[in-house]
Structures are given as C-alpha cells and as structure tokens.
C-alpha cells in the first residue's frame, strides 16, 4: 500500500523563531465516513478536529503564524534553523480514490478558501474544543467516474516549518483521521451511475407528491364509480 503523502502549499514563508514548551493531544475524525453519490458529483470531505481536554491550546497570529507554545513532541521533524511554524494539512497517498496518487477515478483538491486549515490566521482553539473544516475535494476525473466504492484513509493536521537556510520544509503530523489503514475509520463513498442523487428532504418532497397523485387518481376512480 503507498503510504506517501503530500501537503497544501503555504501561502507564506515565515522566518522567527517560535517558542518550545507544552503538548498538543488532538484528534481528527471524518464528519460524514460514508454515503452514496452519483458519478458526476464532487465529494467534498469535512473533517472535526477536537482538542483534549488536557491538551494546550492552538493558537496563530494575523498571518497565520502559532503563537501557541510548542513542545518537542509536538514537533518531531523540526531541524535547527528552522523558523517559524504554521498550521497546514496533509493527503496520505492511500486507498482507490486516486489510486496511490498515481491517478485514478478521482483528483483530490485541497481546500484554500474559509473554512480552511491551510496557514489559517487568528485561530484559537481551547482545549476541549472542536472545530469542523473542510479538508478537500475528490473531483471525478474527466467529468464522471465508474460505480463502485471508493476508499480515502488519511487526512492529516499537521504543523509546517521552513527553513530558510536550504529553503526546505518539515512536517510535523499532531493528528490524522486513519494512520492505521483500516475500515473502521475510512472514508467511503459508493459511487452510482445516472443524475444527481436527492438529498432527504427532496426524496420527502417527492413521495409527498406521488402521494398527492395517488390520492388524486383514487378521487377520480371513486367519482367515476358513483357516476
């Protein structure tokens, strides 16, 4: 199974240096793991990030940068000389979405625009809290994919740092929906051909108004009758 992964470009470069002390514990779950979609449909994923309540908080300043205190658990894959640390995402190349990220059914999108967790400025979360976000977008790939069911595994929150130094970046991941790889906490969706599947209250609307025909053709059967 491909296991590599790739992360949301930074809008910025950020070059200070941030503080070293506390721990994060946090957990990120899919909002919606699974459902049926049609073909042509996008697939938005939404995910909940939740905060322990013995975690310390996270937060950034205006351009995004944390400000919260950070502890070297938090930060794994931080190398001297490395400056200041944002909030990004990653994508796991796993499951048959996109096949590996080799291409496949489906091209995933990462999501810039608010709600985003892609360098967001003035974040605050408590510990305790949760905050839902959009992750990104699965695209059909050429406009339609074939039925069947698709699998994504991990959608990672993660912190960034640049440095300057060799213009390289770190990664350092604080939670990820599906690091063991398994059904349990996979996100699936079961992909039919045709038009747009409704949504529940559409499918209400219509059986009241095939109810509504029914009761119309009963009248008309009963004023026949008595005629």
Known sequence: MNVAKFTAAAATLLLATSAARADLIASLTFDLPTATVSSTASIPVWV???LDANSDP????????VTSPLSAQNLIDLVPGDGNIIVNNGFQCSGTFTSGCG???YAFNFNFATPSFVDPPN???APGSSTHFLFGTFDPTGG?????VYTFYNAIFEFEHYNPTDNSFHFSTIAATCPSQTADCAFTRTVIGGGAIPEPAAWSLMLLGVGGMGAALRRRRLAAATA
Do not use: Q
Not at 58 to 65: E, H, K, L, R
Not at 144 to 148: D, M
């Open 58 to 65: 996270i937060a950034t300043d205006g351009s995004g940068v």
């Open 144 to 148: 339609s994919a074939a039925p069947g």
């Open 48 to 50: 909940t990030l939740t």
């Open 103 to 105: 291409g496949g059914a």
């Open 123 to 125: 974040l605050s979360l």
